[in-house]
């Protein structure tokens, strides 16, 4: 099978080509400088004339605060450019497989969030990111949307190597204790997003939204300290502090923690423990 990837050096855009051989998989992966997604009918042509039989954008604009002052930018990524892919890939018959996040959720405190439950994003990025949605659903075609959350890897900039690094400087670290979520490791959203591909080329299964992060749920807080417990050695004091405590330009989720059992239900794929990514991680990046 082959898959027409954007978003390559990103960090699922990168999992997916390591990891597609163990699917086989052949995945062409374009990054920024071969697919530009604030120009989303140059993105809908390579769609339209990509040799594959699937497409998957790991692409986003993703910087949540400078979104509030870049909205523009914002929304012809994370919106306009894949309701052109979609469309595009529907022209051809071709499923197309896009993620999302947790912020087109208002994150208000409760119970795991589902894919059916009404959205209410608090900012520009998951405003953009919802909009995203709505044209990938409206362009018609067979589609997977796949909302994801705290991803991490060996690769680019994320949570984990950012506590690696304030830990090596800093004896005692404050970190938001009143946000929870699920830590991803995102060769795990790959496998899912191959898995998914598969199934949608093979006419198995329906076009839907989906839900998959780690477990268990977590802090912010929590997640640093099983960082520097899986990483070993002197370890720096992680003080928790409420989200008041660390003002940022976009307001946050309190509570990101979805409910993936409709992913596990339709395709079988199973919650990753988040821990062993961990340690995957902090092996590779030693």
Not at 21 to 31: D, F, P, Q, S, W
Not at 42 to 66: F, G, H, P, S
Not at 217 to 227: C, D, K, L, N, T
Request: aromatic letters at 6%; charged letters at 20%.
């Amino acid at each position: 099978m082959r898959v027409l990837v954007f978003g390559a050096t990103g960090q699922v855009g990168n999992a997916l080509a390591a990891r597609a051989a163990r699917h086989g998989v052949a995945v062409t992966a374009l990054g920024r400088a071969e697919a530009d997604l604030r120009a989303p009918g140059a993105c809908a042509l390579l769609v339209a004339d990509a040799e594959a039989d699937a497409v998957i954008n790991a692409a986003a604009y993703t910087a949540v605060d400078k979104a509030e002052s870049e909205p523009e930018i914002a929304r012809a990524v994370n919106a306009a450019a894949p309701g052109a892919m979609a469309r595009a890939a529907a022209r051809r018959g071709l499923p197309f497989l896009h993620i999302s996040t947790d912020y087109v959720f208002d994150g208000a405190p409760g119970r795991p969030w589902r894919e059916d439950d009404p959205t209410g994003p608090l900012g520009v990025y998951g405003a953009t990111k919802l909009a995203g949605e709505e044209l990938v659903r409206a362009a018609g075609g067979r589609h997977a949307i796949l909302r994801t959350a705290w991803v991490f890897s060996a690769h680019g900039g994320n949570f984990l190597k950012t506590m690696l690094r304030l830990g090596a400087e800093r004896d005692t670290l404050r970190v938001v204790e009143d946000q929870r979520g699920g830590p991803t490791p995102a060769a795990a959203i790959a496998d899912a997003l191959l898995v998914m591909a598969r199934a949608l080329a093979e006419g198995r299964g329906d076009s839907g939204t989906w839900h998959f992060t780690g477990a268990p749920a977590v802090s912010w807080a929590e997640f640093a300290r099983a960082i520097f417990a899986a990483r070993g050695g002197t370890a720096p004091v992680v003080e928790g502090i409420a989200s008041s405590e660390w003002p940022t330009p976009a307001r946050r989720p309190m509570n990101s923690v979805l409910d993936c059992s409709a992913i596990k239900r339709d395709f079988g794929i199973a919650q990753p423990d988040w821990r062993a990514g961990v340690a995957e991680v902090i092996e590779a990046l030693a």
